[in-house]
């Protein structure tokens, strides 16, 4: 479990860069014994998505010996967009970012136009980050690592620390999984700020990396999942810290099929006016599949994208 005094410390010195996102009420969700809250971090200012808490978390803790070897990250699109953006933020120089062939078009678009040195290695993030951890090592450079990096989950751990103050009395909280540090880092904050709320993990139904590792006892880096699986950033392995907190920081894993994100992402442009990721409306799909567990309830739910590609937007739009 991470340390909440880290997490508060984290907050302190990123609050400036990003924007305290909105908490928005669903109506759609919502009814009389029950209220639904989306965590808007697909607002965050320019990168759109939640990732840039966690890389600025650890870039302000780099020292500049550090930074002189060079430094970068391995991402499927919103990490990479988010360190590339840091670092104009910060005035440093270009990031070198390793990228799978499938990272959406938006993503890379972004990466590019903040200045990133983007490598393009393997059809899917795994392949990716196994090709691109030999690189990092091989040159010496630090690596912002989106399932490993401790001092980053310092601050994504800082979505909570707003969540509680925008809604003390929250009883819930939903959010997606990918390598998992997302759901370790803010459910280690509820667990040390308000122990009573329940934290829920959301995985890919056609890969359940999390569930399967802690059902057998045994993790895995990599997870085999589908190529055209629309929620890339859910697939393939969990992290390693994330399977070794989990049962502590967790309450439970829910799963949803691709079929339910897309009429998430659906009900989410046209009901809430809010343009989710595949991977972000991930919770509002398992608010909707399992919402007799949040009956008379309020449960927030972390939207941690708005990068969704116009090509995919475009078609589950017209396709009603």
Not at 14 to 41: F, G, P, Q, V
Not at 130 to 144: H, P, R, Y
Not at 292 to 314: C, D, P, Q, Y
Request: hydrophobic share 35%; aromatic share 8%.
């Amino acid at each position: 479990m991470i340390d909440i005094r880290h997490i508060e410390a984290a907050y302190d010195r990123i609050k400036n860069y990003i924007s305290c996102t909105r908490l928005e009420k669903s109506l759609y969700l919502s009814d009389k014994n029950s209220e639904a809250y989306m965590k808007l971090e697909c607002e965050q200012a320019l990168v759109k998505n939640f990732k840039i808490r966690g890389v600025l978390g650890k870039l302000t803790l780099l020292t500049p010996e550090q930074l002189a070897k060079g430094y970068g990250t391995i991402s499927s699109g919103n990490q990479g967009v988010s360190v590339a953006y840091a670092s104009q933020l910060l005035g440093l120089e270009r990031p070198y970012i390793v990228v799978p062939e499938t990272s959406p078009k938006p993503k890379i678009e972004k990466m590019t136009h903040f200045g990133a040195d983007i490598h393009y290695f393997g059809k899917t993030f795994d392949e990716a980050n196994g090709m691109g951890e030999s690189i990092f090592e091989e040159k010496g450079m630090v690596k912002i690592d989106a399932r490993e990096d401790v001092e980053g989950l310092y601050g994504a751990g800082t979505i909570g620390l707003e969540i509680l103050r925008q809604l003390p009395d929250i009883d819930c909280l939903l959010v997606p999984m990918g390598s998992g540090g997302n759901s370790i880092a803010n459910g280690s904050y509820f667990r040390q700020a308000k122990p009573d709320v329940k934290i829920y993990a959301v995985e890919a139904e056609n890969s359940p990396a999390l569930i399967e590792n802690l059902k057998t006892g045994v993790w895995t880096k990599f997870y085999d999942a589908p190529e055209d699986a629309i929620m890339q950033s859910l697939i393939g392995g969990c992290a390693k810290n994330t399977f070794d907190n989990a049962k502590e920081c967790l309450d439970d894993i829910l799963v949803v099929s691709d079929n339910e994100v897309r009429r998430a992402i659906y009900d989410m442009a046209q009901n809430e006016k809010v343009i989710a990721e595949p991977d972000s409306a991930a919770v509002y799909a398992a608010y909707k599949r399992y919402r007799h567990l949040f009956e008379g309830k309020k449960t927030a739910m972390i939207v941690t994208g708005g990068n969704i590609s116009k090509e995919l937007f475009r078609d589950i739009i017209s396709r009603g």
